[in-house]
């Protein structure tokens, strides 16, 4: 079992950036592939952006290439994203999520975290 845990959210101008962080408990967190997906008023959950259990690969959404940066520690049981240049079209709650396998851009995690609000005022 995983649980976590999203935080870093707020409001920030367009331009501006962010760092969500997302603190997973148990200690098998290093075995895990690790995404962060986001959810707009009335959308469905879109990938955000990926990473290996090891660091190694990262993946990214169109939208986002070149202005978010996720990574991970492993001794700290953190995965992080990084938002720089945001837009308002990134306005969303944004959640991490776990999964045995693979970086994959559907829904299908073993584990989700509750969201953190980021809202990109113009």
């Known amino acids: 079992q995983v649980q976590l845990v999203e935080s870093g959210g707020g409001l920030v101008q367009a331009g501006g950036s962010l760092r969500l962080s997302c603190a997973a408990s148990?200690?098998?967190?290093?075995?895990?592939?690790m995404g962060w997906f986001r959810q707009a008023p009335g959308k469905k959950h879109k990938f955000v952006a990926g990473?290996?259990?090891?660091?190694?690969?990262?993946y990214y959404a169109d939208s986002v290439k070149g202005r978010f940066t996720i990574s991970r520690d492993n001794a700290k049981n953190t995965v992080y994203l990084q938002m720089n240049s945001l837009k308002p079209e990134d306005t969303a709650v944004y959640y991490c999520?776990?999964?045995?396998?693979?970086?994959?851009?559907?829904?299908?995690?073993?584990?989700w975290g509750q969201g953190t609000q980021v809202t990109v005022s113009s």
């Open positions: 999520a776990a999964r045995w396998g693979v970086v994959i851009t559907t829904n299908e995690y073993n584990y």
């Open positions: 148990g200690r098998t967190f290093s075995s895990y592939a």
């Open positions: 990473i290996t259990w090891s660091g190694g690969s990262t």
